[in-house]
């Protein structure tokens, strides 16, 4: 292990950039190596990382598989599905979406989502933070140890500039550079492209766990430029199981108490019920949710056949489809002018969601590349672009929404039409309305509809220190600035004196700059306390794994050892499940260690009759 | 177009960048589109070259190619790819483009000659009564939606009539360019109106 340790520092550019697919329910790291892009593996595996944060009454936080295990003996201190929270606020929310989850959700006195486990209170951004930082702790584990400081972050299409900032503010808060906020169907185009070197008019249909994206691109000559886009930031697998989970309920109604539906521990078994039937029907032409909770008194089973599946889902994916006809308007395109249809995330699995893709482009989609992995590939060559590494190839993306100004009359008056390629600035000019008014407030939207109230507000900006003039006399030229990541600035001129105004921003969905350093400094106050923290719980983990093989052998050990080494694996298994429980660093580590020499002796024996039972019964010659 | 590197001294097709040293170079914020995409000013313009010079100039402006240059290179660089983009929507859409060449050639703005022409007023009065009466999807506003498409293109050919040669700066012809604008405008958003009432799509 050292040794491919040394091998692999050695060959590390200076600077590692990863790329990161930041999923509703799985995030997955890659790297550019040797030409291509390539999905980082730990112990031979995809370093997939579900996306879920289990937080304990002492604030310990675990992320990923540990964390996804925690689900169902622990619901309420579990947080899944975090990215559709990003940037949203609690009032813009689904209700019958929060009914559905096993944790407790409030908001912060500027009505922003949070998340409340084990008594804390989290922003999305704070949880995908922690996400983050395990991605990159895995992703630094694949690669032999190298420091991870950059990535590039992969979001929907079709988020809008507050999660698009959300997801910005999560990797600084994971202590991240984010080189470039890529979006996930351009990703999967480059991958796909890159790999099957073709050129031509591609449809990416990307169904994830919680979003929905379609993208229209023109692949020529290494340019990989959108035509347009469109999509739906709260359509996906989650809402195919919601549609499972609401026939379990109805099962259920009448027999149980109505109760028993806000437990969070049903909420948990029946989402994931429903999740295992909706793979299931992928399969086979029928499958049984099922749902035992003793406990509270539930116990169901109802088989659901693929055709009733559908008949539920097809508004949903008619949805989907709808969005496609939307972003072929916009590129000026018919469905037959595209040659290639490419599908990405989980969702697209669903027999249903392929056939109505076929139908309506007329033709079958692409799926040799894995649509789990496509994104983490496409954000790794988008790292190598961004590194220098390639000039051959050129991304030129464009923002999914119009960006506009609320008038007087409470209008949406668009500055930027969506579609638009970005980066891409306008400038607008203010004027005062009183004689010596210093300053000009201005409301920013996002979105097509024609009433500013139907927009979503991105913020309200304050024009200040403008010199005093008569009314009407001043000329602010106020300069919006869409970057390459799909993320507005304002900058502000007054233009007849050339003084230059400030601006104040108060996000209406996302964190502001003290807020995020706030939280940075706790975070580093806390650097130390979590890194010991994770060692504890990674201790833990390895004691758990040690003591299921040393109590599944333990008659082995007693027929086998000598009575002081049995003596002592007893005493050493003791001390380690009484160390699970323990808070201290170093108590976990000396009973892991003690447990460590403890089984060593079990370890040979077992080895040793392995490699007997292997030969037994074969002749010499056989060997 | 003459100008040179200010580093290099190559000879520059854009001044946005220079392309063979890949320098990035200051510009105003109103400068002419055509001179951003490298071109003559005027009204016919070939879709197929000017999109071939976008992606040409953007490979020298794209942010992707300066993340690691530091804050400075990086801004500017934003900058003037916003620049290039508005520059390419502007040539590559027929209408914001003659409104370009009207005023660069010192002729009336849509705020000093807000008319259509005479000719087209009385038809105008007409398609409104359809547009408010007929019900969407109905043969009359089929009608209505062939015959101003119909009238787009007739307008669209006189607009590049009268662009082509460019007239002289101050020509009294530039009038009813703007008028002729003016009324594709209108027609435009009736079309838009007719597509919108047709149904969501």
């Known amino acids: 292990m050292g040794y491919i340790e040394l091998e692999v520092l050695e060959d590390q550019p200076k600077r590692v950039v990863i790329g990161i697919d930041l999923g509703t329910t799985n995030s997955l790291p890659a ?82 989502v949070q998340v409340e486990v084990g008594g804390k209170r989290f922003t999305p951004q704070e949880i995908s933070a922690l996400i983050l930082r395990e991605v990159a702790a895995q992703a630094s584990v694949a690669m032999g140890g190298a420091e991870i400081l950059s990535a590039v972050i ?38 796909y492209g890159l790999d099957q070197k073709e050129e031509g008019t591609v449809a990416v249909y990307d169904l994830g766990g919680g979003t929905f994206d379609v993208s229209i691109l023109s692949i020529e000559g290494g340019v990989f430029e959108v035509l347009s886009t469109n999509g739906d930031t709260s359509l996906g697998g989650d809402d195919l199981d919601a549609l499972l989970v609401d026939l379990l309920r109805s099962e259920l109604e009448g027999s149980v108490e109505g109760s028993v539906f806000d437990d969070p521990a049903f909420r948990q078994a029946a ?101 789990d992995q496509v994104v983490a590939l496409g954000a790794a060559a988008q790292a190598e672009v961004l590194m220098g590494g390639s000039r051959d190839i050129l991304l030129m993306d464009v923002t999914p929404l119009s960006l506009g100004l609320e008038t007087m009359g409470g209008a949406a008056e668009k500055l930027i039409q969506r579609n638009n390629r970005i980066p891409c600035s306008v400038k607008e000019g203010f004027t005062t309305y009183a004689d010596n008014q210093s300053a000009i407030d201005f409301h920013v939207l996002q979105g097509e509809r024609e009433l500013a109230a139907d927009c979503r507000s991105l913020g309200r900006f304050k024009l200040t220190g403008i ?34 105004a400030s601006i104040e921003v108060k996000p209406s969905h996302g964190l502001t700059e003290d807020e995020v350093s706030d939280m940075l400094e706790a975070s580093f106050k806390n650097a130390r306390k ?26 082995v050990a007693e027929e086998r050892l000598d009575r002081e080494s049995v003596e002592d694996l007893h005493e050493a298994i003791a001390a380690a499940k009484e160390a699970r429980l323990c808070t201290e660093l170093e108590l976990v580590q000396a009973a892991r260690d003690t447990l460590d020499r403890a089984t060593m002796p079990l370890a040979a024996v077992l080895m040793d009759s392995v490699v007997k039972e292997a030969v037994s019964g074969k002749k010499l010659g056989d060997l | 177009m003459d100008a040179t590197c200010p580093s290099c001294g190559a000879g520059l097709e854009t001044p946005l960048a220079c392309g063979a040293c890949g320098v990035l170079m200051l510009t105003e914020d109103g400068a002419c589109p055509f001179a951003l995409l490298g071109l003559e000013p005027g009204f016919p313009v070939d879709a197929k070259d000017l999109k071939t010079r976008l992606r040409r100039f953007t490979r020298l402006v794209h942010p992707d190619f300066f993340a690691l240059e530091g804050e400075e290179a990086l801004a500017k660089a934003e900058r003037n790819n916003a620049l290039l983009n508005e520059a390419f929507a502007v040539l590559s859409d027929e209408t914001r483009r003659a409104d370009r060449l ?39 506003m089929l009608r209505l939606s062939s015959e101003l498409t119909e009238h787009r293109d007739r307008i669209s050919t006189e607009i590049a009539a009268a662009l082509t040669p460019l007239p002289q700066p101050g020509a009294a012809s530039l009038a009813g360019v703007r008028q002729s604008l003016n009324a594709r405008r209108y027609v435009d958003r009736a079309l838009g109106r007719i597509s919108a009432s047709a149904g969501p799509a």
Not at chain 1, 70 to 99: C, N, Q, W, Y
């Open chain 1, 271 to 371: 989402r994931l019920s429903a999740e295992k039937a909706k793979v299931a029907l992928s399969r086979d032409p029928e499958a049984d949710l099922v749902i035992s909770l003793p406990e509270l008194g539930v116990n169901a089973r109802r088989t659901v056949t693929r055709e009733e599946f559908e008949r539920l889902a097809a508004p949903l994916v008619e949805r989907s489809i709808r969005c496609c006809e939307r972003a072929l308007k916009d590129a000026e395109l018919e469905p037959k002018d595209v040659d290639e249809v490419v599908l990405v995330g989980g969702s697209t699995r669903v027999p249903l969601v392929r056939a109505e893709v076929e139908r309506f482009f007329g033709r079958a989609p692409h799926t040799e590349l894995n649509p």
């Open chain 1, 154 to 191: 992969t979001v929907p299409a079709y988020f809008d500039d507050a999660q698009r900032q959300a997801t910005r503010d999560a990797a600084r808060l994971a202590g991240l550079e984010v080189l470039r906020i890529v979006n996930e169907p351009t990703a999967a185009s480059l991958a």
């Open chain 2, 102 to 140: 009207v005023a660069r050639l010192g002729g009336p703005s849509k705020k000093d000659l807000g008319s259509m022409p005479q000719a087209f007023l009385m038809e105008v009065m007409e398609w409104n009564e359809t547009l408010e009466e007929a019900s969407p999807g109905s043969a009359e």
């Open chain 1, 31 to 112: 790297i550019w190596k040797d030409g291509r892009p390539e999905i980082l593996e730990v112990e031979g595996e995809p370093a997939l990382i579900p996306s879920v944060v289990h937080v304990s009454d002492d604030g310990t936080a675990v992320v990923g598989r540990t964390a996804r295990a925690r689900s169902m003996d622990d619901p309420a201190h579990t947080v899944h599905s975090i990215k559709r929270f990003m940037g949203r606020s609690l009032g813009e929310l689904d209700e019958a979406v929060l009914r559905r989850l096993p944790y407790q959700v409030t908001q912060t006195e500027r009505g922003l």
């Open chain 1, 530 to 555: 979590d890194f010991e923290e994770r060692r504890r719980v990674d201790l833990i983990a390895e004691i758990g794994i040690m003591l299921r093989h040393a109590t599944a052998n333990l008659t």
């Open chain 1, 467 to 500: 010199p005093p003039m008569p009314a009407g006399l001043p000329r602010v030229g106020v300069k919006f600035h869409l970057d390459a990541d799909g993320i507005l600035t304002v900058s502000a001129k007054e233009e007849s004196t050339g003084a230059s």
